[in-house]
């Protein structure tokens, strides 16, 4: 996988915003940028992918810059809910990549 | 849709001792993966599955772990004998094409 680097942890107060980045510099042209995140004690949960184009859906938004050098996963209105370790992979392969390395992720603590 | 069903979620079990856990994929996913997490290496890719194939077990630490996919909804991982450093929570996750995976509840392995 194309190596990703994701600051350790991460605070943020309830119903602001959070903007976790990730690095993946060495991203190829067919690559994905996939998030996912792990409440404690459970399975990790997909949240959100995107290629190059921003993308949007019911959980979050995912910003990824011109030169798909980095991204920003943008949770609008953070919840103490939110609060997980959130995972941002780029799986070799493009659309149809076979499996997903997990690294260390983010921490992210949601307070009130 | 259940979501991905692992079973059993709790497993003491005795150093020595056969430990066999279960995974039930979504429906219609033609993708099966087993993960073990735990606080020293994070989450390991162990095995998947394609169709009902095996496609790649060099995550599968030694001889002693094995798994089956019999048909397209159920599958097993299990350790023989087991040792106090197989103690981890163990995830299985199921996939379809193009979508991003979906993890069970997983299964906390503690092998005395």
């Known amino acids: 996988d194309a190596k990703t680097t994701q600051p350790t942890s991460m605070d943020c107060a309830e119903g602001r915003a959070a903007n976790l980045p990730c690095n993946h510099s060495t991203i190829s042209g067919n690559e994905y940028v996939y998030w996912y995140r792990q409440i404690h004690s459970q399975g990790p949960q997909y949240i959100i992918h995107?290629?190059?184009n921003n993308e949007t859906n019911e959980m979050a938004s995912l910003i990824i810059t011109e030169d798909r050098k980095s991204s920003t996963l943008i949770l609008p209105h953070a919840t103490l809910r939110d609060t997980a370790v959130y995972y941002c992979?780029?799986?070799?392969?493009?659309?149809?990549?076979?499996?997903?390395?997990f690294g260390k992720g983010t921490m992210l603590l949601v307070s009130p | 849709d259940a979501g991905v069903i692992q079973s059993p979620r709790h497993e003491v079990t005795e150093m020595g001792q056969e430990v066999t856990l279960r995974c039930k994929p979504i429906?219609?996913?033609?993708?099966l993966f087993w993960y073990r997490q735990t606080m020293m290496r994070g989450l390991e890719l162990l095995i998947y599955f394609n169709n009902n194939v095996p496609i790649d077990d060099s995550g599968m630490p030694e001889d002693r772990f094995s798994a089956k996919m019999p048909n397209a909804s159920f599958s097993t991982l299990k350790i023989q004998p087991s040792e106090p450093r197989d103690s981890a929570v163990y995830f299985c996750?199921?996939?379809?094409?193009?979508?991003?995976?979906?993890f069970g509840s997983g299964t906390r392995l503690t092998v005395v």
């Open positions: 995107g290629l190059k």
């Open positions: 996750a199921s996939r379809q094409s193009m979508v991003g995976y979906t």
């Open positions: 992979i780029v799986p070799p392969g493009g659309s149809g990549y076979s499996t997903l390395t």
């Open positions: 429906s219609g996913h033609n993708s």
